[in-house]
């Protein structure tokens, strides 16, 4: 089992920056791949990035040069930092663990609760 918990969501203007953090305990972290998704309300959850044991990223196109996830395998974490927010931004963003990287949220068996990111514009 691996337990997900995430942090540093919030309101912030267009523009503005946030970090997220997930924070992981039980099962060996390193071993995993670690992944962010978002959920808008009537949305299907969508793919935000990806990071593998060894640090290999991939993005979304729609936050490529904005966005950029990174681990601290000592400390059991996975980041997110958000740069030049959008209003389209605004979502519940979840923290999710599984066997390699991919795009595809069913390829993730581990799931934090969410935090909730709101731009304004």
């Known amino acids: 089992q691996v337990q997900l918990v995430e942090s540093g969501g919030g309101l912030v203007q267009a523009g503005g920056s946030l970090r997220l953090s997930c924070a992981a305990s039980?099962?060996?972290?390193?071993?995993?791949?670690m992944g962010w998704f978002r959920q808008t309300p009537g949305k299907e959850r969508e793919f935000v990035a990806t990071i593998n044991w060894s640090g290999v990223e991939y993005y979304a196109d729609s936050v490529k040069g904005r966005f950029t996830i990174s681990r601290d395998n000592a400390k059991n974490s996975v980041y997110l930092q958000m740069n030049s927010l959008k209003p389209e931004d605004t979502a519940v963003y979840y923290c999710?663990?599984?066997?390699?990287?991919?795009?595809?949220?069913?390829?993730?068996?581990?799931w934090g609760q969410g935090t909730q990111v709101t731009v304004s514009s």
């Open positions: 999710a663990a599984g066997p390699s990287t991919s795009s595809r949220q069913i390829e993730y068996g581990y």
């Open positions: 039980g099962r060996t972290f390193s071993s995993f791949a």
